[in-house]
Structure formats: structure tokens, C-alpha cells
């Protein structure tokens, strides 16, 4: 077993030349490159961690320009249909006003025409009374050979007219 | 004869001086072995492959986030083990968890084909006992520092009777100082029994083809075959064993810093 009957001979140099060669291990990757890369490692998971929170407040606040948007847009919509609803009424209210004033000038403009046709009708009324009046007098006068006053021919006549 | 030394399963653990056979530092040899050698190559390949991943792109490449898997890995193992205070071993635990499954995974490299022989620093025990002493140090060293004498309190668990203590004081003292022995034993003896019995096994293959067809298809093949699943399970073992060490050098490191 050369590791034991060798020992003698060798355990200095074995002993010194890892000192060395672990010496250097450790200085060199173990002192000098592992805390580099142990350094990159933590900034790489602070800098992942920042974005996740970046990220996440970006998140919230575009949740909270959303709601805020929402809300705008759910006011402006009331106010439209305010809006429409004033003018609706607004347009209503007007018709019905000038529909109002077209009915009284359609009302006045019929009771004038009633009245001229009642007016009408009452002097063809008279004319027709003059008329069968005169033409009764006639009648008697040529028939009865009386000779009778006006007013009681016109009296006989209207009674006449009056009861048909 | 000849032939049968090279099957010595064993030779591929034996240490060459490749260069500096006369250095000394008060006396002791420090000759470049080719143990020193697969460590540095280790060490090399470990920079490199960290390196590859230090980029430190926003949006990480494959090299990339293969090193920081592994450094996510030691650093969970820590979080999980020693808590919130773990994080400053990170350095430690990681260079010791890498540099250990490199080491693994080059000795088990192909390399052979090429005729270049891997070697595999981890099946030595004054390799892994190095470490293993390394991880005792660091945890003494934090312990005593950080709760002074109070630190011996970590051998009379809660709710230990008071005629019970001086026993249970010995016990737990002597399961504390067999820690660096378990440590650097079992990682050695792991990987030195995974590469021998790999090397039975090929020898197995090849003994039974220099014995003739019959003597190849009834021992060789079926040796093959398993070599190729003990391959696979090395490769597991490396892993595994790599991570042992770095989670069982955590678990001591609890104790020392969070003493309950």
C-alpha cells in the first residue's frame, strides 16, 4: 500500500504542495471569484424582486385609473341622459305649446265661422220670413181680397215658421 | 512476471517525484510528485470552470449557471446547517467541496486512452488528512474564539443527569477528536477502493483474454460489463463523497458556532 509505505518518504511534500494548491483554491476561487458570483446572483434576485413590485404597482394603478375611468364614464353617462331626458322634455313642453296656440287659433278661427253662419242663418231666416210674408199678403189679398197689416201677416208668418 | 507486476493494483497509487527531487524547506523534502502535479491540475481546472462563470450576466449563460448552481448549493448547505452565520464560510466550504470533486473527477478521467495516467490525490491520506486537519482547525478555532472555554459545554449535551456528566464528558470528547480522523479516512478510503476495485476488475479482463476466448467470455466480458456500472457508481461516489466532506465540515462548523 504505497500510501502507507511511502509515507515516510513523502508526507512533507504531500502536506506542503496541498497547502499550496488549496491555498491558491481558496484565495483565488474561494476568496476572490465565489463572492462575484454569489454578488451577481443576490442583485439578479433584488433586481427580480423590484420588477415583481414594479409590476405589481403598475398593476394597482392601472386598476385604479380603470376604477377612476369607470366612474368618469359612468357620470357622463348619467349626465348624457340627463342631457336627453331635459331635451326630450324641453322638445315636449314646445309642442305642446305650439300645438296649444294652433288649437286656439283653429278654436277662434271656428267660432267666428259659427258665428257668421249663424249670423247667415238668421238673415236668410228674416229674408225668408219678408219673403213669405209678402208673399201671404199676396195671397190673401188676391184669394180673400183682405187687405191685411203687416205685422200681422209677419206674426201669422213667424208662428208658423217657428211651430212648422 | 512481468506482466503481473503491471496488474498490481495498487501501482496506481504509487508516488513519483517528477521534479525537485532535492527541495527542502528545513530539512523536509517537498519534491514535485505526480500527487502535487493532479493537485494542481485540479486547481487549474477549478479556476478555469469558476472563471467561466463570472460573466455575471443579468440573464445567465449555461456556464454560468452551472457555477452558480454550485454556489447556490454550498450556500443552501450552509443555510440549512449552520443558519444565518453560515454565510461567511461559504468561501471555505465551497473551495473545499470543489476542489475535493474535481480531484475525484479527474481521477476517474479516461485519460489512460491517451496514456496519461490520472491520479487521484483523494485516495492518499495525507492528502485528505490535510483538509480533514483544515476543517478541525477551522472548527476549533471559531469555537474557542467565539465561546471561549464555555466551548467544552458542546461535550454535556441537555438534559445530561450530573452523575452522568464526567462520563458523557469522555464520551462525547473522544467522538469529537476521532472527527478529522472519520473525515479524512473516509474520503480517502472511498476513493481508493472505488479505483481498485476498478483495477481488479480491468485486470480481470485482461487476465481472461491472455487465458484464451473461453477464459475471456466467461470472466472478461462479464467483468467489463461490470466495470462499466462501477464506473458509473465512482462517479457517483466522487460526488457523494465530496459532499460528505463539505456537509459533515457544516455540521461541525454548527456546532462550533451555534454551541446549543
Known sequence: ?164 | MAAEAKLDPMHQFQLEKLAGADWNIAGYNIAFTNSALWMAIATLALIVFVAGGMKRQLVPGRWQMAVETFTGFIDGMLAANVGKNGKKYVPYIFSLFMFILFANFLGLMPLGVLGVHAFTFTSHFSATGVLAVLSFSIVLIVGFAKHKLHFFSLFVPHGTPALMIPIIFVVELISFLVRPFSLGLRLFVAMMAGHVLLEVLSSFVISGGNNGPIMFAIAGIPSFVLMVGICALELLVAGIQAYVFALLTCVYLNDAENLH
Open chain 1, 1 to 164: 500500500m504505497p500510501q502507507i509505505a511511502q509515507l515516510g518518504e513523502f508526507y512533507s511534500s504531500q502536506i506542503f504542495w496541498l497547502l499550496i494548491f488549496f491555498g491558491i483554491t481558496f484565495f483565488v476561487v474561494g476568496r476572490g471569484m465565489v463572492p462575484k458570483v454569489m454578488d451577481t446572483v443576490a442583485s439578479r434576485d433584488n433586481q427580480i424582486a423590484a420588477d415583481l413590485k414594479a409590476a405589481e404597482a403598475a398593476r394597482a394603478q392601472a386598476d385604479a385609473e380603470e376604477a377612476s375611468w369607470r366612474t368618469r364614464e359612468n357620470a357622463n353617462r348619467a349626465s348624457a341622459q340627463g342631457t336627453i331626458a331635459d331635451a326630450r322634455a324641453k322638445a315636449a313642453a314646445a309642442a305642446e305649446q305650439r300645438l296649444a296656440v294652433a288649437q286656439a287659433s283653429i278654436d277662434a278661427t271656428l267660432a267666428g265661422a259659427e258665428t257668421r253662419i249663424a249670423e247667415a242663418r238668421r238673415a236668410a231666416a228674416d229674408d225668408i220670413e219678408t219673403v213669405a210674408a209678402e208673399a201671404t199678403r199676396d195671397i190673401v189679398s188676391r184669394i180673400a181680397g183682405l187687405s191685411l197689416g203687416d205685422d200681422a201677416v209677419r206674426g201669422a208668418v213667424k208662428e208658423n215658421l217657428v211651430h212648422g
